[in-house]
């Protein structure tokens, strides 16, 4: 029998820090895990070192199921982000060692093709209207069928997810950078661009925003509302989902649909989102949902009540989230969308791609296993560096949910 020999936890800052696991079996093959935790890296890549690497070793690579059951019912103390994160870059190294074992790229051996490719969406930003309508055009003629849209609210509104540099990136200070916000500007000024993007663009592709947990219940409501007209795809996170039940009120007033999932780690911070239909799409993902075999359950109990996937994808979760969650989105039978971004020219550096992109859509490797490998030399030329997400205020001082 083939056995588990060695488990090793990079950290390097490649352009931003990614965490990654790699398992090596007793017959050589190596497998490998994201676990990286956006502003909290160290502490995942302890919890794989000094209290998972020591329970991996001498196990069966092979038992992936018995493996996800181990770790999460042998902590003993359940859920969380850290603990889900670390749980994921087990579960992924181990199927991409599958792969290989069995010589087959990871989606045919999660059942094969549902789809061709997989739709993917970018992020259009600006500084203002101009600006956000020429990147919203700038990803039209690259071929997207997706763009989410997100400008910076006027005067000190404040906002989220407008870009700076080639690559979005909010992590970006060693300390965390304190900004500020006004829920009334944006409620004001975000439908007037998004209608500004239909009036120029039309409706022939699909249109996000992520609202990024900024908004009260009702608040939600009345933006969904006001933004009817322009047809979304989705509304991303437009509340908080500690508490689930408050997406019902969203739902008595408006339409527009609802996107939740990306801080979510287990089927059951989704369960009541799912069976209550109080969301449209699903967005957990491959590293912070407990890796390939916990996340395809929660897609499963979606598909049940007809809640799609549109997994986060953000530059935060590396080429092997972004490799391992293309393989899942070409199997499932609920796909919706993917996020994608991009990576820093650095990043890719380190990390060969698993993923191609063509006519708006990402296509998985045909190389057995996820496709992504891991070039550790090039790791050590980007030693880690402390980065931290910002944090928002509002206008009187008191914090707001970034
Ligand atoms: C998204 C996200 C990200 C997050 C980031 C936090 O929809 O892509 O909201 O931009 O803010 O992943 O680490
Ligand atoms: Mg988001």
């Not at 490719?117 to 997706?146: I, M, N, Q, W």
């Not at 009120?249 to 801080?263: D, M, N, S």
């Not at 590396?318 to 993917?338: C, E, K, R, Y």
């Amino acid at each position: 029998m083939s056995k588990i020999e060695r488990a090793e936890v990079f950290v390097a800052s490649p352009g931003r820090t990614f965490v990654t696991l790699r398992i090596t079996t007793s017959d050589g093959v190596t497998g490998h895990g994201d676990a990286t935790l956006n502003g909290r890296e160290l502490a995942v890549a302890s919890y794989l070192r000094d209290h998972l690497v020591p329970l991996l070793i001498g196990k069966d690579p092979a038992r992936i199921e018995d493996m996800w059951q181990y770790l999460y019912r042998g902590a003993y103390w359940r859920r969380g982000p850290v603990t889900m994160t670390a749980i994921s870059a087990v579960d992924t190294a181990l199927w991409d060692i599958k792969g290989k074992v069995a010589g087959l790229p990871v989606y045919q051996l999660l059942g094969g093709r549902s789809r061709d490719g997989v739709t993917v969406y970018s992020h259009a930003s600006g500084t203002d209207v101009p600006s956000l309508l020429d990147d919203v055009e700038r990803f039209l003629d690259l071929g997207y069928k997706a763009v989410r849209a997100q400008a910076a609210v006027p005067d000190v509104g404040g906002s989220y997810g407008v870009r700076k540099g080639k690559v979005y990136e909010p992590a970006a200070t060693s300390l965390p950078d304190e900004q500020p916000w006004d829920t009334e500007a944006y409620l004001r000024f975000a439908p007037t661009y998004l209608e500004a993007v239909r009036e120029r663009f039309g409706f022939g592709f699909h249109l996000l925003h992520d609202v990024h947990h900024r908004l009260t219940p009702i608040e939600a409501a009345r933006f969904g509302k006001s933004v009817e007209d322009s047809a979304l795809f989705w509304m991303e996170d437009p509340t908080p989902a500690e508490n689930q039940e408050a997406f019902r009120l969203i739902r008595q007033h408006t339409t527009t649909p609802i996107a939740v999932g990306e801080v979510l780690n287990s089927i059951w911070d989704v369960q009541h989102l799912i069976t209550e239909q109080l969301i449209d799409y699903v967005r957990t993902t491959v590293v912070h949902a407990g890796g390939i075999t916990h996340l395809r359950r929660i897609f499963d109990l979606a598909a049940l009540y007809q809640v799609r996937t549109g997994s986060h994808g953000a530059t935060d979760l590396s080429p092997v989230s972004l490799a391992a969650a293309v393989h899942v989105d070409i199997t499932v039978p609920n796909f919706g969308i993917q996020e994608y971004m991009g990576h820093a020219d650095e990043t890719m550096e380190v990390f060969r791609n698993g993923v191609t992109f063509a006519d708006g859509m990402l296509h998985p490797s045909e190389e057995p296993g996820l496709g992504v490998a891991y070039d550790e030399k090039a790791a050590e030329r980007f030693p880690y560096r402390a980065r931290y997400l910002p944090v928002a205020r509002r206008l009187d001082g008191s914090v707001h949910d970034w």
